[in-house]
């Protein structure tokens, strides 16, 4: 894979970004390579390679958006828990090098769509009403399944299994797993448990139809909605460029202290 032009996304409301940005900058400026600085806010296509210096939130928005055009993209971490970067600033130079050296694999991510939006964590449906229960009835290929009484749904891939789907209860989905999660949120019964289910289903979220309901996509553009959803896998699917030695379960070790007692935990 050649790569010739790189792109530098940044956010500039994240501390230290544009101190990052200039130095990643200088990087590759003096080994020669073509480079372009992006803000987060005004994305454009155009580039082999992109990093991405921010949180996991930055680095959801272009991954997003850079889903369409088959671009990779390489997180640097600026962010609290940065599950998604692979690189912290400490570490840029030795990563640039790997990169530019071929050092690297890219993991094709499955993402989510409904209707115009797509995610690549989850879609969380909740009522605009945050005080209370709502009621939800799954449907899976237009088949009933079950009903919640509960805060809300989160429908998660594999990626998104790890953030807002692990907090509610769900399990973690390794990345390479073609399926969704579906985990209920604050469900008030004590039978009702996440599902986990092929990526080929069309899942349904019913409500009712008296009520107003929000549907957030990965936690960052939200719209209201009645009656239903729809939420399928989506034709796109993001790019993660990962250095060659990074494994899915050591991360879970290191970031998220998982299997670790709570001695060892610093």
Request: charged letters at 25%.
């Amino acid at each position: 894979m050649e790569l010739k032009n790189f792109a530098i996304c940044y956010n500039p409301e994240i501390v230290h970004s544009a101190e990052v940005k200039n130095s990643l900058k200088q990087i590759l400026d003096l080994r020669g390579v073509k480079s372009e600085i992006v803000d987060i806010d005004a994305l454009k296509e155009g580039f082999d390679f992109v990093f991405v210096i921010g949180g996991d939130g930055t680095i959801l928005k272009t991954a997003r958006f850079y889903a369409k055009s088959k671009t990779p993209i390489f997180g640097i971490n600026l962010g609290r828990l940065g599950f998604l970067s692979q690189s912290s600033k400490e570490d840029i130079e030795q990563s640039v090098d790997k990169i530019l050296n071929g050092k690297f694999i890219i993991e094709d991510r499955i993402m989510l769509k409904s209707g115009q939006f797509t995610a690549l964590n989850d879609f969380v449906v909740k009522g605009c009403d945050t005080g209370r229960t709502s009621r939800f009835s799954l449907k899976i290929n237009d088949k009933f399944v079950c009903d919640y009484l509960a805060d809300g749904i989160i429908v998660a891939t594999p990626t998104g299994s790890t953030a807002y789907g692990l907090s509610a209860g769900g399990p973690v989905l390794s990345p390479e797993l073609n399926a969704f999660v579906i985990v209920p949120i604050c469900p008030h019964t004590l039978t009702a448990r996440p599902i986990v289910v092929p990526d080929c289903e069309k899942i349904t979220i019913c409500t009712d139809k008296q009520t107003k309901y929000v549907l957030s996509t990965d936690g960052q553009e939200f719209y209201e909605f009645s009656s239903e959803i729809e939420v399928s896998k989506s034709e796109f699917a993001a790019k993660l460029a990962l250095l060659e030695d990074s494994e899915f379960y050591s991360i879970l070790r290191n970031k998220l202290h998982w299997g670790l007692p709570p001695a060892y935990i610093k």
